[in-house]
């Protein structure tokens, strides 16, 4: 009984942590090497009873990416600084009550070791926006991958 309880319970919270929008590398990881050229997926679910519209990503500075894999249905916006480099990204589209969307893109890692903070801005059909920025780490997690 108190094993079938304590899965229940693990299930739970698994699904409950894994149920925002996050960066990690194209093979699941949250971890890359410093100056490598990587990989990227933003998996994006709609977690409310109306579709998701619009997804914002921050770029974190150092990261510059180089390209994108092309999502059938969304039209992409960048946002570039001075000297050339992506520093947001806007999808447009639409991913229905109960889907997912995965965008992927390339980018070489910065040359030094540290943490890259990811952040994500998901916007709704009915205007409300889901922060995944860390500004309540607790309810909307910023995804953080470490470069070694």
Known sequence: MFRSL??????????VASAHATVRTESGLTESAAGKSEVYRL????EK???TTEIRLVVPAGVAISRFQVLP?????????????VTEIVWTGSIAP???ARFFFQATNPAAPGTLVWKVYQTYSDGSVVRWDDT?????????????
């Open 136 to 148: 309540d780490p607790a309810t909307g997690p910023a995804s953080k991958i470490t470069l070694k």
């Open 73 to 85: 249905g969304f039209t992409r916006t960048v946002t570039k600084n001075a000297d050339g480099l």
């Open 43 to 46: 998996n994006v679910p709609t």
């Open 98 to 100: 109960m889907e997912y």
């Open 6 to 15: 304590l899965t229940l319970s693990v299930a739970a919270l698994i699904g």
């Open 49 to 51: 009873d109306v579709a």
